[in-house]
């Protein structure tokens, strides 16, 4: 099993930045992929970025630019910079996290969310 711990999320002007960040603990592999996602009210779980243990990243389209993901594996965190926050990344945001073991996912972990919430 793995733990996830989220924290950061707020309250903030657009224009604003907000950092998250998600501490993984447990059986965490040496390979996996680490992520953020997001949900807003009344609508599906979204990607924001993925980032592998390698440090190969991935991003949604509506956040290029103005996120980016980070992870320290030594300590089994990943964090979220984001910047130019806009009303519409108003959701609460989700860690994730992926074990890989010869190449296929092995198991599937979430954080309890956290909120970001973005004013005009």
């Known amino acids: 099993q793995v733990q996830l711990v989220e924290s950061g999320g707020g309250l903030v002007q657009a224009g604003g930045s907000l950092r998250l960040s998600c501490a993984a603990s447990?059986?965490?592999?040496?390979?996996?992929?680490m992520g953020w996602y997001r949900q807003a009210p009344g609508k599906q779980r979204e990607l924001v970025a993925t980032?592998?243990?390698?440090?190969?990243?991935n991003y949604a389209d509506s956040v290029k630019g103005r996120f980016t993901i980070s992870r320290d594996n030594a300590k089994n965190t990943v964090s979220l910079q984001m910047n130019s926050l806009k009303p519409e990344d108003t959701a609460v945001y989700y860690c994730?996290?992926?074990?890989?073991?010869?190449?296929?996912?092995?198991?599937?972990?979430w954080g309890q969310g956290t909120q970001v919430t973005v004013s005009s």
């Open positions: 980032i592998t243990s390698a440090k190969g990243t």
């Open positions: 447990g059986s965490i592999f040496s390979i996996n992929v």
């Open positions: 994730n996290v992926r074990n890989v073991r010869n190449g296929a996912y092995v198991g599937d972990y």
